[in-house]
């Protein structure tokens, strides 16, 4: 309606003529000047259309994270309730958890056996290195005894049996003094290899049936709101994610921005650019005042690929018009303002209106100027999406 407002100045210029001249108005001397109107009121259509792309598609995303239990068993307690906010860690709830409490302190029996062990293996290294000073004290007074009962013998005092007897002896000695040692070096052996692994392995073991019990406690993982809870006292704890015990919409982060999705034509990319400015109407925003209806934002990002296009591996060979629906181009915008993302309700449909401002020259200005038909028409659209909504559109509300 705008566009054929602002192209109909050849009409009322000729009408202006023929009421000057007296002449009655007739569709014969009336055909150039409507047929300049239609031409120019089609040319303004294409120029505002092309140049400021609109989308009906436009979606604030969110993320939703599913609850599952880590752990089989009976739900024994229930700590939230169905729209109640949870903080991180804090509980959902409990899951029946003796066979894990038992593994547990199985664990920690095993653990304290190798204290026990390593007290041992202590006062064993401790007999051990007695028993070697006791064998190196007697090889060394045999050893002494050894030698006078040679020199003796060399004198022709001693006797050969005393030197044979004392070299047995001294033999013994030895092998007793290895004995010790090896005791020792088995003794040392334990306490700074066997000994340790054996506790890495039960410490594991510990902190395995720990982690085992401390499933059977689910937690949330980040602040939000549970919904859509499908549990109770007693039910068996869900595991599988796509049925979850119940759903947590997460809070926004608070250095995380808020964005917007839309799609648009595939011929609109030669139009489209990072740093566009665009304006945002969600229907939830809507209102009979108008206020804060509209948002200014821009464009942040264009995905680099359209999804319909997309190939995944499988026994079937592609068949192009199997995928005769065109896809769209994915767009992501950003509020300019951060304290408009307060208002903004996660899983709203938007309405978004790009505007062209980078052409160069007066043309370029001219094209940007005609921005504001659309951003009129886009607030005559806010209105009948709020008279829809209320029902006296034919909606189904």
Not at 132 to 144: D, F, G, H, I, P
Not at 163 to 177: D, G, K, P, Q
Request: charged share 20%; glycine share 8%.
């Amino acid at each position: 309606m705008i566009e054929l407002l602002l192209t109909s100045f050849p009409v009322l210029i000729r009408y202006i003529q023929l009421r000057l001249r007296g002449e009655a108005m007739t569709i014969w001397n009336m055909k150039t000047a409507l047929y300049a109107w239609a031409c120019l009121a089609f040319a303004l259509f294409v120029t505002i259309f092309y140049f400021h792309p609109k989308s009906y598609t436009g979606l604030v995303p969110f993320r939703t994270i599913s609850v599952v239990a880590q752990a089989n068993g009976p739900v024994t307690e229930v700590a939230v309730e169905n729209g109640q906010a949870v903080k991180a860690g804090d509980l959902l709830f409990r899951i029946e958890n003796s066979s894990q409490t038992a593994a547990l302190t199985q664990a920690k029996a095993e653990l304290a056996q190798l204290d026990a062990a390593e007290a041992k293996a202590k006062d064993a290294l401790t007999l051990a290195k007695a028993s070697v000073t006791s064998a190196n004290a007697s090889l060394a007074k045999l050893q002494q005894d050894l030698d006078q009962a040679q020199t003796l013998l060399d004198r022709n005092v001693g006797t050969q049996d005393k030197v044979r007897e004392l070299e047995a002896a001294v033999i013994s000695a030895e092998a007793t003094r290895e004995a010790a040692e090896a005791q020792t070096d088995v003794a040392e052996t334990d306490l700074s290899q066997s000994i340790p692994a054996q506790r890495a392995v039960a410490e594991a073991a510990v902190q395995r049936a720990q982690v085992e019990l401390d499933h059977t406690e689910v937690r949330a993982y980040a602040d939000g709101t549970v919904t859509q809870m499908a549990m109770s006292v007693g039910s068996p704890a869900s595991q599988l994610v796509l049925r979850p015990g119940m759903v947590i919409i997460p809070e926004r982060g608070e250095d995380a921005h808020l964005r917007v999705i839309a799609g648009f034509p595939q011929v609109a990319r030669a139009t489209l650019y990072e740093g566009m400015p665009a304006e945002i109407a969600c229907e939830s925003n809507l209102n009979l005042s108008n206020r804060d209806a509209v948002l200014p934002a821009h464009i942040v990002a264009i995905q680099p690929a359209i999804a319909s296009g997309q190939v995944t591996p499988g026994g079937d060979l592609l068949e192009p018009s199997a995928r005769a629906t065109r896809g769209s181009i994915l767009v992501y915008f950003e509020l300019l303002h951060p304290e408009h993302e307060a208002i903004m309700l996660d899983g709203s449909g938007c309405i978004i209106q790009t505007y062209t401002n980078r052409l160069p020259g007066v043309f370029g200005h001219v094209i940007s100027a005609t921005g504001v038909v659309k951003a009129a028409g886009l607030r005559l659209k806010v209105w009948g999406a709020l008279i829809a909504g209320v029902g006296l559109g034919g909606g189904g509300h």
